[in-house]
């Protein structure tokens, strides 16, 4: 059975850093396959797709916050790390970490059930 | 970067009734990295078509895609109470994502 689950803080202060972690079970980060993404939704409004990592540790980003996520894994501890610097008040959000199934197919097949992160003084 | 541009925006349909949704991209799209996704209130998204046209696990066969390039649809073929939600497009190419949405609501 493949789970995610995401945890961090729910609430974080204008400038702050933003450290959330993607624990999974039910498959292996070292499945060449597989990889985690990260997602988020501002409240009421559509999905954003924030960076992914793979089992070869290949990282993407988005374009738009690229200079401020860092993605990273610890495979042995089933667990995928995404940090945003600088972090204001438009960044809240809730945050989903996802699977990504790659070969024929890249999809999101699995979800977390996501984190809401809100941002304020 | 690829924009998925999703219409209409918001679907107002009766229990039943038919319900065809769009997904145009800026540029052309591989088949194999268009998904669609379902969402609602309070809930994660939800992967219903992988591939432009794959139902994925537990779908019912209500649900169908089709399509490619740059024009995708979904269609439900007759819509059950439990469909009224919000469903994603979404491209995984290069840079990765997401339709702004459309609403299929009740009318």
């Known amino acids: 059975q493949v789970t995610l689950k995401e945890s961090g803080p729910v609430l974080v202060k204008p400038t702050e850093t933003l450290t959330l972690t993607c624990t999974v079970s039910g498959f292996s980060l070292s499945n060449a396959r597989m990889g985690v993404s990260w997602i988020r939704q501002p409240p009421g409004k559509a999905l954003e797709w924030l960076a992914h990592i793979f089992s070869n540790d290949e990282k993407s980003y988005s374009t738009s916050l690229k200079s401020r996520l860092t993605i990273s894994k610890d495979t042995s501890k089933s667990q995928v790390v995404l940090t945003m610097t600088n972090m204001d008040p438009v960044d809240t959000a809730t945050y989903y970490c996802a699977r990504v199934s790659s070969g024929s197919y890249f999809v999101n097949d699995y979800w977390g059930q996501g984190t809401l992160v809100t941002v304020s003084s | 970067e690829i924009v998925l541009t999703q219409s209409p925006g918001t679907l107002s349909l009766s229990p039943g009734e038919r319900a065809t949704l769009s997904c145009r991209a800026s540029?052309?799209?591989?088949?194999?990295?268009l998904a669609w996704y379902q969402q609602k209130p309070g809930q994660a998204p939800r992967l219903l078509i992988y591939?432009?046209?794959s139902r994925a696990t537990g779908i019912p066969d209500r649900f169908s895609g089709s399509g490619s390039g740059t024009d995708f649809t979904l269609t439900i073929s007759r819509l059950e109470p439990e469909d009224f939600a919000v469903y994603y497009c979404?491209?995984?190419?290069?840079?990765?994502?997401f339709g702004q949405g459309t609403k299929v609501e009740i009318k």
């Open positions: 979404q491209q995984y190419g290069s840079s990765p994502g």
């Open positions: 591939g432009a046209s």
């Open positions: 540029q052309s799209v591989s088949s194999s990295y």
